[in-house]
Every structure is written in C-alpha cells, then in structure tokens.
T-cell receptor, first 108, second 115 residues
Framework: TQLLEQSPQFLSIQEGENLTVYCNSS?????LQWYRQEPGEGPVLLVT?????EVKKLKRLTFQFGDARKDSSLHITAAQPGDTGLYLC????????FGAGTTVTVRA | DAGVIQSPRHEVTEMGQEVTLRCKPI?????LFWYRQTMMRGLELLIY????????DSGMPEDRFSAKMPNASFSTLKIQPSEPRDSAVYFC?????????????FGPGTRLTVT
C-alpha cells in the first residue's frame, strides 16, 4: 500500500487551461514536498509545505497543505507547455517516500 | 555551484556482470540517498547515508546490491551479479538534514540496461 496516493495518474490539457493534482494520505506529516521531473532528468524540488492550511505560490503554481496535514494539492493556472512533466509529492516518515506521481501533458 | 554529479549517464551490460554507479553529492550536504525509478514501481528509495554512515538500507532489493560512502564527496552503488530486472534509472540525491525536511537535490541519473 502506497503511503501517498496521487491523482489523477495522467492529465492532458490544452495550453491556457487550469489543472489541479492531488496528494493524499491517511497519515499526518510534519511537512510535504512537491517535485517536478522532466523526461531524462532527475526530479527538481518545487516547494516544501510545513504548516496545516499553508498556501504557497510559485508564479502560476499554487500549493496547499491540508489543515490536518494529511493531504496537499497543486494548482496550475493558465498552463503552458513548459509545465509538462511528472509531478511527485514526497514526505519524510523515517525515510523519504514518494507518491507514484501525476504525468501532466500541456498541449500547445 | 555544481549540483549532484552521477556517472556514467548510461550503462549497458550483460546479465551476470558487475555494475558500479558513482555519485558526488553537493558539497556540504550531510545526507546522501540512492533511488531506483521504473515505470512499474515508480521512485523507490534504496538506501541513505548520514555523514557517510548507512542509516536505512531496507529498500535494497537483494544481497546483490551494495552501497558505500567512503567519504563525504563520493558514493557508489554496486550490483553484482546484474540481472535484466535491474534495468532502471538510478538516481543519487543529497540533502541537508537541518530543519527536518530533507529536501532532495537529485543528480541526472544513470540509465542502466541489463541484457
């Protein structure tokens, strides 16, 4: 059983549309990280959220940590082809565990 | 500053051969992690070190896998003997442990193909 469940597994949208991906768990975490991985490269850290209810913005990306610190969401506004990639969430629970990821494709 | 460096970037070997993957972490980082990524299993943590000492190797799939960190600037992951099911992309990442968030800085990965 995965510690972190990410949904949807795949998402394909047109440039300019908005999208939201989710990361859920039944466990409580002290912090949660989001990474983006482009083909042929290693994952790159986007953000770390640590406080329940916290909202962080990174240009067109908005990250939210659930009030109970069990879940998180990533919202992209006006998606661009450069946002294409695999989005991974991760938590530290005695060791770092990653979700299976959401593959996002933004069509020009 | 240089990021995490991994070598080789690609490795093709025959079943039964020994494979050694190398990693140089970011200077000053005190944690080093080895991951394996496949389509079927996603990104899996194999082992991690703190100050050159292995802390958790529960993700190492079999005794055929071993990892060492002889100093703060170098680590190896060895597979002996290799098998076709070991084919995957292997990532090394380093991190600063302070703050308790263990944010990962990944290398570019080594794509291993075992025929």
């Amino acid at each position: 059983t995965q510690l972190l469940e990410q949904s949807p597994q795949f998402l394909s949208i047109q440039e300019g549309e908005n999208l939201t991906v989710y990361c859920n768990s039944s466990s409580v975490f002290s912090s949660l990280q989001w990474y983006r991985q482009e083909p042929g490269e290693g994952p790159v850290l986007l953000v770390t959220v640590v406080t329940g209810g916290e909202v962080k913005k990174l240009k067109r990306l908005t990250f939210q940590f659930g009030d109970a610190r069990k879940d998180s969401s990533l919202h992209i506004t006006a998606a661009q082809p450069g946002d294409t990639g695999l989005y991974l969430c991760a938590v530290w629970d005695y060791k770092l565990s990653f979700g299976a990821g959401t593959t996002v494709t933004v069509r020009a | 500053d240089a990021g995490v460096i991994q070598s080789p970037r690609h490795e093709v070997t025959e079943m039964g051969q020994e494979v050694t993957l190398r990693c140089k972490p970011i200077s000053g980082h005190d944690y080093l992690f080895w991951y394996r990524q496949t389509m079927m299993r996603g990104l899996e943590l194999l082992i991690y070190f703190n100050n050159n000492v292995p802390i958790d190797d529960s993700g190492m799939p079999e005794d055929r896998f071993s990892a060492k960190m002889p100093n703060a600037s170098f680590s190896t992951l060895k597979i002996q003997p290799s098998e076709p099911r070991d084919s995957a992309v292997y990532f090394c990442a380093s991190s600063l442990g302070q703050g308790g968030t263990y944010e990962q800085y990944f290398g570019p990965g080594t794509r291993l193909t075992v025929t």
